[in-house]
């Protein structure tokens, strides 16, 4: 077995125990589980307030971004779309397909059931056709969670999951999300042609 | 007592002279305040039918010409307010099957205890504390339920048409039924079948076998499932004249259909609340006021509604309860139960219930994403519950969606 295929057990470990619940409880209550603890992680999340937009950026840059601190860098693509090149579970899903060659059964259905409307993803701006892959949903309301604990010039921030993409290239766009804010379709998609993930960043007034 | 009473007027049925003449003496003894009319058959009885307003009947079985039981109904169907005690020399099981199907009151086995017939004549004229008349509406279920909270012995007949069917209660539990041909569960389950009616319920002196143990929220939830199984789908639709309701049960019952009856003493009136408990769930508009609907069954404490994710989408809950952890366990509780019956090839799971110590926990699914939770005590009546639960399930996925 050469280096690239050394399995990540704790990666599948956690692919497994998804299965298993979703074997015992049903998707919509692993799918609940999981985000619950998403949203239980971003609680420890200590709430930070940046003077201004421009130190939102400036912090995403310096990687002191909580949301950095979880995803890495994302890239701002003007009016408050924002794009991240890398999924934070992509190096653990082409480990499990080097090792496996396919994810384990049960994960479309699981995408499926994070994909619909439900009070959760409405809560969090997630899913509704965004979600991907399985692990969308820890990340997406993950995210939406901490940008719960950041300020800009002391005002709320709130996140909207307009896409994201597949290891495979599809692409899964949030046209409720995307509707919403009124960014472009276009733009989203453009987005996502270089980067795995794009949302849109709100400041309330 | 300041207040003078009505007499009450018996008709006694009987081609014996003598047995006529022995039961007008005797029965008026020990102040039964009644006016006693005679008649030598069932023809010369319908007469005095028509033209007296008789409260019971008295008869005897075997006459010339119109039997006792022809006369029987003959009377339930001209006269369905007058009560009707059969007496006969010759008692069969058969007879007193039919006699009671087709809406006698007792059935008396000649010779008899002079006594035991005046008491018998006493409890079915008595309305002093009882209150008589229709309520519209009302549910089969319902009515059992009534019975089996005030721990009635008592029958309660059931008319749809040409199908009758009697159910017996011995202290609230329900211990024997006849349909047809039809004895016990089957008999009570073909009854429960029966979409609308008439229902009356009265005391009986003699039980014909005990055929039925389980308890009644047992037989209610199970009647409930062969009619889903059946696409039935109804427990309601009754009208309900002649069941005695008094004060104690009244105050026991929960629900909202009966609320306004135990306002008065008066015996005669008439409920449209069937239209109204119509009107009342057109108004619940918020999910509060149909989660409240379980919340006002005594011994329920909590009820929620929780996403098929274990979110809580609302809840009227007693203080000390977290909700939002309701609802993460009660989405693995449903959803481990779903996936048992998926993979034992159950179905779609209609309700789970687990029961503990100090009482259970009902869960039920509302719609395609939603779960209902009920909290009860352990005194908390679980055939209640669960009607809530067939009744309001529609309304609250409605109320719910998003």
Redesign the interface.
Known sequence: MSEGRILDIAHISFLDMIKVMI????A??????L??NAINTAEKIKEVDYATFDDFLQAIENSTNPITQVEGKATHQGEFVFGLANCPFGPSIKNYMGVFEKLPEGYADFTEEFN?????T?VYRVGEGAGVSPFCSVHQPMRSAIAEKILIGGKKIKIYQLGCKAGSGKKGLADRWIAETGVAREVVDKTLDNHMCCYYLKIID | MGKKEKLKKILIVDDEEDMIWSLKRNINKDRLHVEIFTAGSGEEALNVLSSNHIDLVLTDIKMPGMSGLDLLLEVKNRFPYTLVIIMTAFPSSEFKREALLSGSLHFIEKPFDIKELRNLIRQALREDNVFKGTVAGVGLADVIQINGLSRSTTLLRVKNGEQLGIIYFLEGQVVHAICGDLEGEEAFFKIMEFKGGRLDSMSYSDLPAQTIDLPVEALIIEAARKMDEAGFGHLSGYECADVDLDDEIVQKMSIPEFRGLNNGSGTDFNLTTGAQSVNEEDEMSSLKEVLSEFTKIPGVNTACLVGRDGFLLDSIAIAGIDTEMIGAIASNGFGASESMGKQLGKGMMSMSMIEFANGPIMLAPVGDDAVLVIVADKDANLGMIRLKIKKYAGKIAETAAM
């Open positions: 074997t015992m409880s049903g919509a209550s692993a799918k609940g589980a985000i619950r619909k409307p439900s009070k959760v409405e």
